[in-house]
Nanobody
């Protein structure tokens, strides 16, 4: 099993930056593809980014690919999401998730964190 804990959320002005972290427990972190999702108030949870276990593949949603960067440290068992040029529409609860298969669907992911709130003011 993998347990995930997100951190780094907060309140930021439009145009600002935040770096989210996801700390994973368990020895098998490096075997999982790791993703970020987000859920805005009144909206469905949506895919943001995914990072392969090997580091060879990364994929970001079109809405964020010019502004966000996903990275991971398999030694420290951590996943990161660097968010730049934030917009009010990026306001959401951000979740990290782990999957044994590569994918962008919620159903692809086996383990989820509890989320961290990101609020971008205009």
């Amino acid at each position: 099993q993998v347990q995930l804990v997100e951190s780094g959320g907060g309140l930021v002005q439009a145009g600002g930056s935040l770096r989210l972290s996801c700390a994973a427990s368990g020895r098998t972190f490096s075997r999982y593809h790791m993703g970020w999702f987000r859920q805005a108030p009144g909206k469905e949870r949506e895919f943001v980014a995914v990072h392969s276990w090997s580091g060879s593949n990364r994929h970001l949603a079109n809405s964020v690919k010019e502004r966000f960067t996903i990275s991971r440290d398999n030694v420290a068992n951590k996943l990161y999401l660097q968010m730049n040029s934030l917009k009010p529409e990026d306001t959401a609860v951000y979740y990290c998730a782990a999957s044994l298969t590569w994918g962008v669907l919620i159903s692809d992911y086996n383990y989820w964190g509890q989320g961290t709130q990101v609020t971008v003011s205009s």
